[in-house]
């Protein structure tokens, strides 16, 4: 596909041709060239219909040849068969984009799959970008340009700097309506289809480059390439331009049937989640939840840090909004000695001093207290971010409140956002006066808190930007081959011990009398273990033997090992026994890594033994991680409790944990033509300073695939604190 | 306080006074006499204020003595000191009902605590109930009673079935208002302020004892009273009227510092969430929330079991609702290979046919396809509710789409919901239609599916409902003694031994000769266990020595643990030694059960060892238990998946382990004087058949507090399967 090609021709097209153009409004052929007339697009269009002359007064040509010159773009809502033919023209012509409103592709079955490879071929001959097929088409709001078929391509919005993209065409419609009316201004939206060609992540790249687009809203239901998903969302932290993602989809992680541990927690929604809040996409469920995100981003300056003041006028709003911080990893601190005795003396006697600080509704009734109160915890420097529930306040008393909310936030910096149902025209004229001031307007105080959470969300994430700045690297192996092989234990900790792992030593044997060899060299006590790569869980079945403390337990261990395969009812590779010495024991965890065929590869923490499975207690990061990444994955976990001393225990050894997983990461980086599934599960954690032992381990390689092509990847820098 | 006065005085006065009456309609005490004038109010208003002749149009009296007879209600606006004379003469004079908006009590410290204790015994005094004081009043939407100051007692609203109550005056403000413009009908509305008297709980109840009542929403920021809380639930079960509750404060349940894990584990949110469920009260979270679930509730049928057909215009909508359908217990089941044939026959060819069933936007603009396709699935009996996705269409295709859905709701009795964007005059009646008939409209698919989520959790408790029902039984001792004992592991598990709880046979010694006797009583392999009371985790200190194969090792390990107490650098009571069986092993749960201060005694269950608090895999009822709580509650934690038989490992003993916790639900309520709190950590259950082993205990005790009286209390019957 080109790649040349500047969005700003889509966006902003000067002329359009409309194949399949028809006099009927209602059409899919004619619902465009109603709206552009209806919003004024000031453009050239052309109707292309060979059966008219003229069509909704302009007139309509028998074809694209025909045409007095090229337009920008071609709009296409002929049959799918025809589709094709006529891409291959308008590229000859130099037409630069296409929407393809036409369904019968890929979404029918083979055919139509057949017939989209035909009409992507096209594309790429004829240089012609594509948007579709199967698509609903786009609109720039600003501009008049109402390409698509459908209610909203004919309604009227406010404009604004927030543009959007949509895997579902009808569904898009409802996100597009539902975010106007809970008062998100829009600019660009892009309906994608089937995307045979232009993909949600070159709107989403393109929206970036785009001067007037100052936030991304994007309805997702799966994306093909992890690598561009990254770099995209280090351009949006670095362009302070949130990504606003509703990826659905989420329920069914069953079906994949996974060799290793890993891989089945990963299930996919998770590692979207991860990667999501790895890289400071604000992760939304439901419209009003994108809106409420949306909105919050009005706020003239992100949030240095996660401490959350709440003002209300009633207690209750106020457990509201505290209720709902947990959520979003917001902070809501005490005042603060001098802060509470300042705002002691100038709220009424019943007034809760603390955070939240119910003000009452004679504080902001009766005169400037409110005001005053807001000022001097503003000024106090010890919130990042505020909250106000104004609940519903009007007439005079509601300019009042807007005038000091509006003062405080613009000398203080700090965002805002204001939960107020407006009640009189004084209400309503001071909701208008906080936008103005960048400050969102909520209907309920937990929405309030929703919004600051996606600006913290968004400010922590580029508070790491450092360590996640881009370098020159080999393009991660994508799609996840399916051919995997999985290695015996031996044969998998060799692989860990290659790629720098530490590893116990161990030895393999194939008979008793060398078991005993081994362990007079390992040294007394030892453990042996059964080596098949077709018995992943061999202690269920008492193919590890631990604590044999002499010649003669090793050998009767051995004879045991050896029959085991005969006992089972099913066909074992016995591989050998490997003699190995015993742990000391410690935190348990797992830890591994897996290359997801969307997202690419991914290390994983998590509670060790049965646990991580029965609790899902795990973690997962892109990799590459960084040293903070790493951390920040432990973390999430609540394995870290026992990490961090559990009753009274000594810390364990986090270091040697953190540099396991910078390893893995490395590891599943530079073997990623051959490594695909990894599982260190347990790992034993000593106490601090004593290391982490990896006690069983099990790799996937597959054969080695070809590098497809060397792109721009992600790798951190040496740790930069901030 | 009386109980005998019907709150239908207080809902539909015939006469009110006014204490404090202004003539200025913006202050307390005049906004009353607007607002009845406004809304029409037809019975007698009485200003009381000795300093006016006339308030309002209305003749002013110098007091609650001077007027001509006795009003059904007086509402009370003056200082806080004048508040309980004021009482004392309305319950003279034969008032029934006082609400108190006065503020000054005990929200401000301890003055106003005494205060209201003289408040309490005012109207003690004078039978007269009160709401209040410190509270912002009541509205009677229907019959224009406003009783109330702020906004929202100004406002017209739609009339509908729903009546409110909140413990936040402001804040149910916003609320109300909310409630109104997500088109909840609304008919009676009580802010409770401190709730010297009439509690959140009685005006719930007097809801279920209205006929207007369909549905109960309440704001709630603590509740005093579990064994009522479950009565009413019940009620409202039975009168199928749900109940809706916000509980807030969630975030805050760190400060208890108790003595068990079962306590600490608790919290005091997880508790109620627990009981909410298992008593089918809908726990929401915020406004639109309240809102999406009192809505669904218009259906004139509740689903049979959890089965959801989702129909939408766009796959989008649709993986919008599947996403959610798992937070609310529901299923999606597919459609089956016959009902798959016939909608494969009328559905255009590519329309997605399966559940999610997306028809596509021809099926309803094309004719009658859509009509025909809700129809036979409705028909099918494969399941209990339908969501439909209407995105934004309008016109014909509306009407008809309308028609089609109000009759297949009607003709199969199934709960429906519908999100819709109306964007026109046919779309805006067509809402109207649904509305008739039952059907509740949401903005988003996703608020589809919480609606029907609300409904199951209220039909599912209804089916259990021939489990609850209510018998004559002694009180729970409510309070939850603060002065706790624990006893130590023998003590403790005699307590439970005279419950009919069986626990290992095990001997407490205090020499090394009568362990290693004792010992040869239980048989070889012994455990020796360090007892005492202030070492909860004696395991943690070398106080647990496992496998002791002979009498030597008995005597060496019994030596090593005496010595403990001198090792540890605090004081320990020395209590003996136990001498116990060694057990076999299992499934390691954690058993224990409570007396919440609040909701009363509560049995919990979750993962042994340190899982249950680092992983937070536990589940609480209320006791006393049926047996489908105890395998609910079992099913609804993690360990679950083990107790089935994990990785190929045969299934565990559920069946004692149900029998244990009845068992100790029962020594709960029957000890509810002694019993505060039980610990058996860890529990192993051994494989079906074999039983469970209570390998540690700790139990405390307090010394016995009087019974509070005999009341109605609710106990299971012996279980009978629907």
Redesign the interface.
């Known amino acids: 596909m080109t790649t040349s090609t500047s969005f700003e021709t889509l966006f902003r097209p000067r002329s359009i041709a409309i194949v399949g153009a028809s006099s009927n409004p209602l059409a899919i052929g004619g619902q465009p060239i109603r709206y552009l007339r209806e919003k004024s697009f000031d453009g050239d269009v052309f109707p292309i219909n060979p059966r008219h002359a003229e069509i909704g007064g302009l007139k309509s040509y028998p074809s694209l040849a025909a045409l007095p010159s090229a337009p920008d773009l071609v709009v296409v809502a002929v049959a799918a068969a025809m589709v094709p033919d006529i891409i291959l023209e308008a590229g000859r012509l130099g037409v630069r984009f296409a929407i393809v409103f036409s369904?019968?592709f890929a979404?029918?079955g083979p055919e139509g799959e057949a017939l989209q490879v035909k009409l992507e071929s096209a594309a790429e001959e004829g240089g012609i970008r594509i948007v579709g097929p199967n698509c609903q088409g786009m609109m720039n709001i600003a501009d008049g340009v109402r390409l698509g078929f459908?209610?909203?391509y004919g309604?009227d919005y406010e404009v604004g700097g927030t543009s959007l993209t949509?895997?579902?065409?009808?569904?898009?419609?409802?996100i597009v309506?539902?975010l106007n009316?809970e008062g998100v201004g829009l600019r660009h939206y892009v309906s994608t289809g089937n995307e045979a060609d232009v993909s949600t992540l070159d709107l989403i790249d393109a929206y970036l480059d785009d001067d007037g687009t100052t936030s991304v809203g994007a309805?997702v239901?799966g994306l093909r390439d992890g690598v561009r998903l990254r770099q995209i969302a280090l351009k949006a932290l670095r362009l302070r331009k949130p990504l606003v993602v509703?990826k659905?989809?989420?329920?069914?992680s069953g079906a994949r049937a996974a060799a290793s541990h890993t891989a089945n927690l990963a299930g996919h929604a998770g590692l979207y989640f991860s990667a999501f809040r790895q890289f400071g996409i604000i992760d939304v469920?439901?419209?009003?939840d994108m809106a409420d995100c949306l909105k919050a981003f009005a706020a003239p300056e992100l949030p240095a840090s996660n401490r959350v003041l709440m003002v209300?006028?009633?207690?209750?709003?106020g457990?509201?909004m505290?209720?709902?911080?947990?959520r979003y990893d917001l902070a809501t601190p005490p005042l603060g000695d001098g802060l509470f005795g300042d705002l002691r003396k100038i709220l009424p006697?019943?007034a809760s001093v603390s955070n939240p600080l119910d003000v009452t509704?004679e504080a902001i009734s009766g005169g400037e207290a409110f005001g005053e109160a807001i000022r001097l915890a503003g000024q106090s420097g010890a919130f990042d971010m505020v909250a106000i529930?104004l609940?519903?306040?009007?007439g005079v008393a509601a300019t009042r409140a807007v005038t000091a909310i509006a003062d405080m936030a613009r000398s203080t910096g700090l965002p805002v956002t204001v939960?107020w149902?407006p009640?009189d025209e004084a209400a309503r004229k001071g909701v208008d006066l906080l936008r103005d001031a960048g400050i969102a307007v909520y209907?309920?105080?937990?929405?309030c808190i929703r919004g600051l959470g996606a600006l913290w969300r968004f400010a922590e994430a580029r508070k790491r930007l450092v360590q996640m700045s881009a370098v020159s690297s080999p393009a991660l192996t994508q799609g996840g081959s399916t051919d995997l092989t999985t290695l015996n234990e031996a044969e998998s900790k060799a692989i860990l011990r290659a790629a720098g792992i530490e590893v116990p030593s161990e030895k393999l044997v194939r008979s008793a009398d060398d078991a005993v060899a081994a362990a007079g060299t390992i040294g007394y006590p030892v453990v042996l273990k059964i080596v098949s790569r077709n018995l992943p869980?061999k202690s269920?079945i008492g193919g590890v033997r631990i604590g044999l403390g002499d010649a003669a337990a090793v050998r009767a261990a051995y004879e045991d090992i050896v029959a085991i395969p005969a006992r089972l009812d099913r066909s074992v590779e016995f591989e050998g026994v490997l003699v190995a010495p015993m742990l000391p024991g410690g935190v348990e965890v797992i830890v591994g890594g897996m290359c997801d065929p969307a997202l690419g590869p991914a290390v994983m923490f998590g509670?060790g033994g049965?646990?991580a499975e029965?609790?899902?207690?795990v973690a997962f990061r892109l990799a590459p991680l960084t040293r903070g990444d790493a951390l920040a994955m432990i973390a999430e976990t609540?394995?870290a409790?026992?990490l961090a001393g559990?009753?009274?225990?000594p810390p364990a050894d986090v270091e040697a944990l953190v540099d396991l997983l910078l390893k893995v990461s490395t590891m599943l980086i530079d073997q990623r033509n051959s490594v695909c599934e990894v599982d260190m599960n347990p790992v034993f954690v000593r106490v601090q300073g004593e290391g982490a032992d990896i006690a069983d381990a099990v790799v996937s390689v597959t054969s080695a695939g070809p590098d497809k092509g060397e792109l721009q990847l992600l790798r951190p820098e040496p740790a930069r604190e901030e």
Chains 1, 2 share one sequence.
Do not use: C
């Open positions: 369904s019968g979404e029918t459908g209610v909203p309604l949509s895997q579902s065409g009808a569904f898009g419609n409802s309506m539902g009316g309805y239901e509703w659905v989809g989420n329920t069914d469920d439901d419209i009003a209300t006028l009633s207690g209750g709003a457990i509201a505290t209720d709902r911080t947990a006697a019943f509704a529930g609940a519903a306040i009007g939960s149902t009640i209907p309920t105080p937990a929405r869980h269920d509670a049965i646990h029965a609790f899902g207690d609540k394995v409790d026992l559990f009753r009274g225990a």
